[in-house]
C-alpha cells in the first residue's frame, strides 16, 4: 500500500510560480507511474502530467512549457514535486497526487481510473 499526502497549495497572485509537494510512505517502490491532477470547482478531474519509473514524463498539452515534475526517493520514502511557472486563474483548483502500477496510455479517456492509490489533495487558488 502506497501513501500520498500532498501539500504546498496556497493562495497566490497571478503570475508566480508554485511549488506543490507529495510525500509518499508505504510501498513506494511498487508503484511504475506517478501522476499529478486537478480538480477545479464543477469541473472534472484532469490530468496534470505523468512521471515513470524511468522518469520518463509526459505533461498535458495546456500545461506544457508552465511545469515541471520531478521525484526524488530516499531511502524508506519518495517525494513528488509539481512546480507551476506563470500562474493563472485558471490553474486554481484542487491538486492531487496518484500512484499506478500502470501501464498508463496517455491517450486513454479515462487516465485517472488507472491511479489506484490517491492524495486528499493540496488547493491552490489564483487570485488578483
Known amino acids: 500500500q502506497v501513501h500520498l499526502a500532498e501539500s504546498g497549495g496556497a493562495s497566490v497572485l497571478p503570475g508566480g510560480s508554485q511549488l506543490l509537494r507529495c510525500d509518499v510512505s508505504?510501498?513506494?517502490?511498487?508503484?511504475?507511474?506517478w501522476g499529478w491532477f486537478r480538480q477545479a470547482p464543477g469541473k472534472e478531474r484532469e490530468l496534470v502530467g505523468l512521471?515513470?519509473?524511468?522518469?520518463?514524463?509526459?505533461?498535458a498539452d495546456a500545461m506544457t512549457g508552465r511545469i515541471l515534475i520531478t521525484k526524488y526517493f530516499t531511502e524508506n520514502s519518495m517525494v513528488l514535486y509539481l512546480r507551476i511557472h506563470r500562474l493563472n486563474v485558471q490553474d486554481t483548483a484542487r491538486y492531487y497526487c496518484?500512484?499506478?502500477?500502470?501501464?498508463?496510455?496517455?491517450?486513454?479517456?479515462?487516465?485517472?481510473?488507472?491511479?489506484?492509490?490517491w492524495g486528499q489533495g493540496t488547493q491552490l487558488t489564483v487570485s488578483s
Open positions: 508505504g510501498a513506494v517502490f511498487s508503484p511504475n507511474v
Open positions: 496518484a500512484a499506478s502500477r500502470g501501464p498508463i496510455d496517455y491517450n486513454d479517456r479515462d487516465v485517472a481510473g488507472k491511479f489506484e492509490n
Open positions: 512521471i515513470n519509473k524511468e522518469v520518463q514524463k509526459r505533461y
